[in-house]
């Protein structure tokens, strides 16, 4: 029954999904996204929540038949790049492209909906339909916490899934545990004392001061962080100067830093600050750290991994034992509830395989389908989900 409604119901997936690539609107912009939801929503008769500050949409659907409060969630913002595909559905807007896939979850979200929706008898307990603004930032899973998406009624588990364009569509990947890193970012600034650029001896140079702190700041990872877990420290924007013989009054650095525990999350952010400030002051120099904690990392809920390979099938779904080296602001809904976070692969056979973020990016559409029934599935089959 629910297969040859979602086999009904996969030529719409596409044709939504085209639409929303077409249109792609970049992170707290998504206002045309969310009001096209919002009526397909409707139209299938479940209920919808809006918000007036963030463009993020909730569905209800209430089951006829006993069961959990779970929730599904699709994010729906696009990148600022050019897109490189010729596709008929290629982008309208000049740098703007969904090249990470959102257009496939909110689709695949969309989907689901509708396709439980046509069977709402069946359904057991609630179904949270989670569409979500900015995962590439600000960041809009947060802000739907805090507006109480994940309560009244409380929900009790909650799923998600990324494509990839890699693997066979209609397979899976997923992990128990951390799934993905922690974010964050940093903006030091060196400041020294500018001159001419013939005459050092007068100045205090913050470039070669900054090349000493990007250096020691690498020595982190190599001798701080246990050989064990593993952490990232990239500098990815050193700005500095106007000539080649002015010395400049201050050089500026721009990091990412990633980590997979707290405590070495905490250990990346202390020495980052204690090297900076050690080396500044030693050569003479000061220095303006402003240190931003962003995304948490993503622990998946190793039984509700467990249930999603035995409703999937252990046949479909492969157990990594590699983390996201990327963050995902998947993270906050699952500090609400326990769930997990599934690949979806979306690879072609016949053709290159771009990955995520890349101009050509262009996923295998077949996956849809296979995205609409796991998590149909995942609904379906709760009698064995155990949390």
Known sequence: MFKETIDKY???????????????????????TAEYVEKILRDHDIEVQRFADIPAVVGVLKGGKPGKVIALRADMDALPMQE???????????????SCGH?????????????????RDLVPGTVKFLFQPAEEGPGGAL???????????????????????????????????????NADSATIKIIGKGGHGAAPDSAVDPVIISMYVGIALQSIISRNVSPMD????????????????????????????????????????TKIKEITEGISHSMGATS?????????????????????????????VSITDRALSGSEDFSYFLQEAPGAFIALNAGHDDQENYYNHHPQFNPNEDCLQFGVEAFVKIIMAQDNLKL
């Open 84 to 98: 490189l595909v010729d596709v008929p559905f290629k982008s309208k807007y000049d740098g703007k492209m969904h």
């Open 143 to 181: 802000p739907m916490v805090e507006a109480g998406v994940m309560l009244n009624p409380k929900v009790d588990a909650c799923f998600g899934l990324h494509v990839f364009p890699s693997g066979t569509p209609g397979t899976y990947v997923c992990k128990k545990g951390v799934a993905s890193s």
């Open 103 to 119: 257009d496939m979850h909110t689709a695949i979200l969309l989907g689901a909906a509708a396709v439980l929706a046509k069977h």
């Open 10 to 32: 996969s030529p719409k997936v596409i044709e939504w999904r085209r639409h929303i690539h077409a249109h792609p609107e970049l992170g707290m912009q998504e206002w045309g």
């Open 288 to 316: 303006e750290i402003e240190y931003k904690y962003g995304y948490p990392m993503m622990v998946n809920d190793d039984r509700a991994v467990e249930y999603v390979v035995k409703t999937l099938g252990a046949d479909r």
């Open 230 to 269: 593993s952490a990232v420290i990239t500098i990815g924007s050193i700005h500095s100067g106007t000539a080649a013989n002015i010395i400049p009054a201050a050089a500026e650095m721009k990091l990412t830093i990633r980590s997979f525990s707290s405590k070495t999350r905490e250990l990346l952010a």
